[in-house]
């Protein structure tokens, strides 16, 4: 039945296109391109930290191929929830690693290193169609988000603003812009108001500020800077005047205190393998170009140098 | 009684053919008192309303898919073009590509079938044709009846805690097969009974008459027959799968992949985690890139679909 060859030829057809697509076929489209470098580098942590790294993993494939760089998002905590028991071997970090998660490795036999990679400004921010807040200071933002906090109406944050409510936007507990947050505004780690939409995903928190104009949310300035048109900026003032984050004020720390390094730290196990070498080397040299791209401020070159010195000094002799 | 006054057993009819078959009739030689005419516009009218409704339900169903459809061809055929479906993800909407999600599928797809069609299948013939009348055989039928009604998302912790950490798979595409399998189980268990049910019982007779034992009345007469019904029953439960995001959300977890998976002991992504990684970034390129992975979806799903239903009309009309 000739109705039956042609299903018969059709789906070979479709099943040969599909293998040919699916063969890991080197990518020649660049004369750099290393294609005996394989291996797997599995990478997870903070959704601030992400957009650098996942930039970083995508510009690394085009020069070495056959690495295989998957990049997670489980938020900082959640992240070195899985580091420090050698499941990844990189975790991206919005804060400092935490004296509780240090012990976790050591029991587990787990060594790593902590490489500087960026600075980020947490931003403060409402719908733009919010007409009435410029600049908020640190105490008021510390009674807005302590714990069992009655500030519910924006008039109850300063006189003179209106008498609707707010509703608040943050990250989860498992955030390590959470940490920070509460940590340099609340001045107790990990202590903050429950009752907002918390979310690991800053995308979710930007749709959410996004569509309701009487929110006021905190999260990196990246996911601010790639969404400006929905959102507005509010001004921090530490006691020094309301000072907006931006490249200048996050670089010089004049916005303060939510200005923060971001971290990737590296298991020094992992280290040992060339392409995990390679891989943060092509980090560094692209830290600059990348992290501005993504829309945080780039370290000082020597803080880079340090990174590259740091890494080469780790990994110890080659064998 | 009825069979002495049709037009009271025709008034039970609602069709239109019964109704025009009325009128001719109360059109004859002795005109009907005006009592029954009365009667024939009201069934007339009611046919009518009948009608109206539940072609209202129809096309409220087709209405919502138009828009669907209609809603994703607008936004995403702009994206859709061969290096699409050939490009990993990438933070440019316009470079971002779903081909790690679209192998990431036929992995899991594959795998899953691998397991749920014996398993299924089994389960099926031993209900059917082997289990003895007992109580324990009638709480496992019922069990499974209710297990195709528990949300995916619970098959997605159970998965995520018994393979992924009790058996150390990590986030491999066994992991999310596996997982997938115990997801669609009770669907092909549920119709392929069905698909065996119907083979009739003189079948069997005839065969065992002939002095088959139980395993060649199975092998010889019951299962080729239920062959058509089992594969589209099949496919159907492997459609459902293509199309879950919840379970494989938690398996997988949201994750940046620019690679396909080489075995099945690879990370992997699917095509609906990755659709919804999309539609949650803010970027606007990237809504998109999202419509035209949902059209990919929906391609994939209608294939499916048509294969199904192509199995089902080529093999019934054989015997």
Request: proline share 6%.
């Amino acid at each position: 039945m000739p109705t039956r060859y042609v299903a018969l030829a059709l789906g070979i057809a479709l099943i040969a296109g599909i293998v040919a697509l699916g063969m890991n076929e080197p990518d020649t489209s660049l004369l750099a391109t290393d294609s005996l470098l394989f291996g797997t580098i599995e990478i997870d942590g903070s959704s601030t930290v992400f957009p650098i790294t996942q930039a970083v993993a995508e510009e690394f494939r085009k020069v070495h191929p056959n690495v295989q760089v998957p990049v997670g998002v489980s938020g900082t905590g959640g992240g070195f929830k899985r580091f420090v028991v050698g499941e990844t071997h990189i975790s991206n970090a919005s804060r400092s690693i935490k004296p509780i998660e240090i012990a976790a490795a050591a029991e587990n036999g787990i060594e790593f290193i902590e490489i500087a990679v960026g600075f980020d400004g947490l931003s403060i921010i409402t719908n733009p169609a919010n007409d009435f807040l410029e600049c908020l200071t640190t105490d008021e933002l510390r009674a807005i988000w302590e714990p069992g906090s009655e500030v519910n109406h924006w008039s109850d944050v300063r006189d003179g603003l209106p008498d609707s409510k707010f509703r608040l936007y943050g990250p989860d507990t498992d955030s390590g812009t959470f940490d920070y947050f509460t940590e340099s505004i609340i001045h107790l780690e990990d202590a903050s108001r429950s009752d907002y939409s918390a979310s690991a995903d800053d995308n979710v928190l930007i749709r959410g500020v996004g569509g309701d104009k009487n929110a006021l949310g905190y999260f990196g300035y990246a996911f601010y800077s790639s969404s400006r048109e929905k959102l507005k900026l509010i001004a921090v003032d530490s006691g020094s005047g309301c000072i907006y984050p931006s490249s200048e004020t996050i670089n010089d720390s004049t916005y303060s205190p939510l200005s923060r390094p971001m971290f990737i730290y590296v298991n020094t196990a992992a280290l040992k393998r060339v392409e995990v070498m390679k891989f943060l080397n092509f980090y560094l040299d692209n830290a600059t170009t990348l992290v501005q791209e993504v829309g945080y401020v780039p370290l000082p070159e020597a803080m880079y140098q340090d990174g590259r010195a740091l890494v080469s000094s780790s990994r110890g002799p080659l064998n | 009684m009825e069979h002495e006054q049709p037009p009271i057993h025709s008034a039970r009819m609602t069709s239109s053919i019964a109704a025009s078959v009325t009128r001719q009739r109360h059109s004859g030689p002795t005109p009907p008192p005006n009592s029954t005419s009365h009667r024939s516009t009201w069934r007339r009218w009611r046919d009518r309303f009948f009608f109206v409704l539940f072609f209202a339900s129809v096309a409220i169903g087709i209405l919502g898919l138009a828009a669907l459809v209609i809603d994703v061809m607008t936004d995403g055929l702009g994206a859709l073009d061969f290096s699409f479906i050939n490009s990993y993800p990438s933070r440019h909407a316009g470079e971002s590509g779903i081909r790690a999600a679209l192998f990431g599928t036929i992995w899991i797809t594959v795998g899953t079938a691998a397991f749920a069609i014996p398993i299924g299948v089994g389960t099926a013939i031993f209900l059917e044709e082997f289990a003895p009348e007992h109580w324990a055989v009638r709480l496992v039928q019922l069990n499974i009846s209710n297990l195709a009604g528990v949300p995916s998302i619970i098959y997605g912790i159970l998965g995520l805690a018994l393979f992924v950490q009790a058996f150390a798979l990590d986030r491999s595409v066994l992991a999310g097969s596996l997982t997938m399998t115990l997801l669609v189980l009770p669907i092909v268990i549920i119709v392929s009974q069905e698909a065996i049910k119907a083979v009739p019982g003189e079948f069997r007779d005839a065969a065992f008459a002939l002095g088959a034992n139980r395993w060649q009345v199975v092998k010889t007469v019951v299962f080729p027959q239920a062959i058509p019904g089992i594969m589209s029953g099949i496919i159907l439960a492997l459609s459902r799968a293509v199309g879950e995001a919840a379970p494989m959300l938690m398996i997988s977890s949201l994750v940046f992949l620019t690679f396909i998976p080489s075995s099945p002991s690879d990370r992997f992504t699917v095509l609906p985690v990755q659709i919804f990684n999309w539609v949650s970034l803010p970027q606007p390129g990237f809504q998109a890139v999202a419509s035209a992975g949902i059209i990919i979806l929906l391609a994939v799903l209608l294939s499916l679909n048509s294969i199904a239903i192509w199995i089902r009309n080529r093999y019934q009309t054989r015997y």
